[in-house]
DNA sequence: GAGTTTGAAACT
DNA sequence: CAGTTTCAAACTC
């Protein structure tokens, strides 16, 4: 689709300069390095980025395409993987390119290091080529990404695109790219390709994942253009991949060290557009299949590698990502959390076995890396762990409240956070690689420091607020029961992330399935049978959902909303009770007096309205007569008081947690990555917002959690909260319109949304250090389409 | 952890 | 549209 690529993360170019591994190399080259200017970019790419269902499925569902085209790929090509390597040591020629091929091994993995890429390395540490072969699926995601910026310096793909196509024997499709020449100048180069083993690589990624080739077109490149800077990282990140694919292309030295060279320059502008050349010598063969095929699936594990380039350097680097635009970090990651999930879930798994399978992307090898850098094992396993996550927001949110408390989150959260920003990447074609990268990729380091938390279940999830909204630890050791999770999620006060369900005869394709209903993919952790609700039944997932939706339109749209100028402004908001939201077809309790989650009112964390058929009703949250007796206006002060009083009582909890979260939102959400989260979940959000169940949740909802809760002990003097305690999900009136009408493409429904200017945030502008989270949520809200949309986007 | 309760979803 | 059944979460013990 439209999404451009950007890599918000800050490249430690300079480091990378003052590496030996970068004097080495500007040794070998003639040309003169410039010192890199580190370029910090706002991202609002995003912003453009469709709104991608929370079910990958049709258009999406990267994560099936992605495997269908590992395993094509592999197919296809069997010389690319080990077994080449096998035949290249057996021929006298084939030693020295080994021998070179290892140097160039050492040197990419230094530089690599040098710049805190995650690299699949663990399993060949011995075996240059192998690690080569994995490095080589990055290629394609370079390529990928640096189209895809509209700033970017697309040089480096260009010539890597140019390299794949060039040696190609077989009939060639070509196509357009536009690519843009170091001296500022754009221009279409023709690249052909090879339609047998490319094919499946460029064509596929462009016919079937729009999403990779974002700037394919150059009207879409130059639009974005203006909005975007391109980032260091993503240069990195091509120029790992480059690297990486120069061995097994037998490149020769020469050449692939001033390819390196001025790939990495390249980027700075200082390039030269003589680096294609040696691409073109380059023979690449075998490799073309392979990367392209590869690229689709490695997306998602790319952007751990970007993300893992900032978050090892630095800290800092996070920041511009969380400067961006929250409606633009979110959709972008969403399409990737499928593949991320699985890493974060995987990698405990790493040793065991992800050896040839193709869905192992990244590897790393502790030995090899340097401490700092840890390796992320991206295992990418069947489809069993996939954990959309419904409520990243949340999970952010929590997360960025940071506090010892916060720490301490459940990784059903963090994973659901993760996932959900996957599944908005997948979803959409914009991808910051560097949510779902750092995420990941913190996760992952913290594991590994002493900050790490266990969680019953076994997950691993640390969090460091207070360092970096993006600070996520997240392990999935083992699964619990989905009730353990879910209380735990409850107790923590996270947990709204990741849904569990249990179903047993639903198949989970029916709304009575939690996950279905938020428009999710059923996760490992569930405990359903018969589940349907997987990524590999995706055309079943969206042919029931069409057919539940043509039944009630409405069926997927968040159920409870907010009453429309409430969530404006965050002052007003904190001070408006839960009252000012409604569920929108209102419960029929009638046993519970609407004061159990049963009913969906207080489950949502609203009170009761005309529209509830309640009996009994004493929703602690605003009863129906209340509601009923007094108009909107009076009614929200009402019940304001009236809650207070019964929330002081009963449920202090809840509006404590309102209020303090908005408050927080306000102060913290600038500098936390949470902000971009929010909008994510509302976008996540899908039709059907269940709150409590539902890690969605709409903005200010869950910010900040009462201390007790995020460490697990609920205030005792309150009744279980609902499982959001956080706010339910809501959106504003006025706001659901636009949803539920808002097309499948995110562009038009911003179009649409953006008229309201006050809510809708310019893509390209940047938020900077006072990131407006309303205007990120409002974005989001009409942006993002109730629920995910059945029909492919394009 | 098993069983019960509850109300939404689905069905008729 | 109303009544009934099915279902899974919420709740209780």
Not at 315 to 326: C, D, E
Request: aromatic residues 4%.
């Amino acid at each position: 689709m439209d999404t451009p690529e950007r890599n918000q993360i800050a490249t430690p170019i300079s480091k990378f300069e003052d590496s030996p591994v970068f004097n080495y190399i500007n040794s070998l080259s003639p040309i003169k390095p410039v010192k890199s200017i580190r370029i910090t970019q706002a991202f609002s790419s995003l912003t453009f980025a469709s709104l991608p269902s929370i079910f990958t499925s049709p258009h999406v569902s990267s994560f099936h395409k992605e495997s269908r085209f590992l395993r094509s790929h592999q197919d296809s090509d069997p010389s690319n993987t080990g077994t080449s390597c096998k035949d290249e040591n057996k021929t006298p020629t084939a030693e020295r390119d080994v021998s070179d091929a290892a140097q160039v091994a050492e040197i990419e993995s230094e530089v690599q290091e040098n710049f805190d890429i995650l690299v699949p390395i663990g399993e060949s540490s011995g075996e240059p080529l192998n690690e080569h072969q994995e490095f080589a699926i990055e290629l394609p995601q370079s390529l990928k990404y640096d189209c895809g910026s509209p700033n970017c310096n697309p040089t480096p793909c260009g010539i890597a695109a140019a390299c794949t196509v060039s040696k190609s024997d077989a009939p060639i499709v070509e196509k357009d790219f536009q690519i843009d020449l170091p001296d500022g100048k754009s221009h279409h180069e023709r690249i052909s390709q090879q339609k047998n083993d490319t094919g499946c690589g460029w064509e596929s990624l462009a016919s079937e994942s729009t999403d990779l080739l974002i700037f394919s077109s150059p009207n879409d490149a130059a639009a974005f253009r203006g909005l975007m800077q391109r980032s260091p990282d993503v240069e990195v990140g091509c120029f790992a991949s480059m690297v990486s694919n120069f061995p097994q292309n037998e490149v020769n030295d020469e050449l692939k060290k001033q390819l390196l060279y001025q790939l990495t320059f390249d980027e700075q502008h200082e390039a030269e557009e003589p680096s294609c050349q040696p691409v073109d010598s380059s023979e690449q063969k075998d490799t073309n299949s392979l990367q392209n095929g590869l690229a689709i699936s490695t997306l998602g594990d790319h952007t751990g590698t970007y993300s893992s380039v900032n978050m090892d350097n630095e800290v800092g680097a996070l920041i511009p990502f969380a400067n961006k635009p929250i409606s633009d970090l979110p959709r972008g990651m969403r399409r990737r959390c499928l593949d991320f999930e699985m890493v974060g879930t995987h990698q405990k798994s790493l040793d065991g076995g992800s050896g040839g399978n193709s869905s192992s992307l990244l590897k790393s090898d502790e030995n090899n890396i340097p401490k700092n850098k840890q390796l992320v094992v991206v295992k990418r396993g069947g489809d069993s762990t996939r954990c959309i996550v419904p409520g990243i927001g949340l999970h952010l949110n929590a997360l960025t409240s940071s506090t010892k408390d916060s720490r301490i989150v459940k990784h059903e959260s963090l994973l659901s956070d993760v996932q959900a920003l996957n599944v908005h990447m997948s979803t959409t074609s914009l991808q910051s690689p560097l949510t779902s990268q750092e995420l990941l990729h913190k996760s992952l380091t913290l594991s590994n420091a002493e900050d790490m938390d266990c969680d019953d279940n076994g997950l691993q999830v640390t969090e460091e607020a207070s360092q970096a909204p993006a600070d996520l630890i997240y392990e999935e050791h083992g699964q619990t029961s989905p009730r353990k999770k879910r209380r735990r999620m409850e107790n923590g006060g996270e947990s709204e992330t990741c849904k569990r369900c249990n179903c047993k005869k639903s198949k989970c394709l029916k709304l009575y399935c939690e996950c279905f209903a938020a428009g999710v993919y059923c996760i490992e952790p569930c405990a359903c049978q018969g589940c349907f609700n997987k990524p590999i039944h995706e055309d079943t997932v969206l042919a029931t959902r069409k057919q539940i939706e043509s039944r009630n339109p409405l069926a997927f749209a968040p159920k409870v909303i907010r009453s429309s100028e409430s969530a404006s402004e965050f002052g007003d908001e904190s001070s408006k009770t839960p009252a000012s939201a409604r569920h929108k077809r209102g419960c029929n309790c009638k046993k519970s007096s609407c004061l159990k989650k049963y009913c969906e009112c207080y489950q949502g964390g609203v009170g009761c309205s005309i529209n509830c058929r309640c009996e009994g009703c004493k929703n602690a949250f605003g009863t129906k007569e209340g509601s009923a007796l007094r108009g909107p206006d009076c009614e929200e002060e009402e019940e304001t008081e009236k809650c207070e009083r019964n929330k002081a009582e009963k449920i202090p909890w809840k509006m404590e947690n309102k209020n303090s979260d908005e408050l927080n939102l306000a102060s913290a959400l600038p500098s936390t990555p949470s902000r971009f989260r929010r909008p994510l979940v509302q976008l996540a959000f899908p039709s059907k917002l269940k709150q409590p169940r539902s890690s969605f949740v709409t903005i200010g909802s869950s910010y900040t959690l009462p201390s007790s809760q995020k460490m697990g002990k609920p205030d005792l003097l309150l009744p279980p909260p609902p499982k959001f305690e956080k706010l339910p999900p809501t959106i504003t009136e006025d706001e659901i319109p636009e949803i539920l009408c808002s097309s499948s493409t995110p562009m038009a429904s911003i179009k649409s949304a953006s008229p309201n200017s006050k809510r809708v945030s310019p893509p390209h502008s940047d938020l900077g250090t006072s990131p407006n989270l309303r205007s990120g949520r409002r974005l989001i809200l009409q942006s993002i389409p109730s629920f995910p949309s059945l029909t492919p986007q394009h």
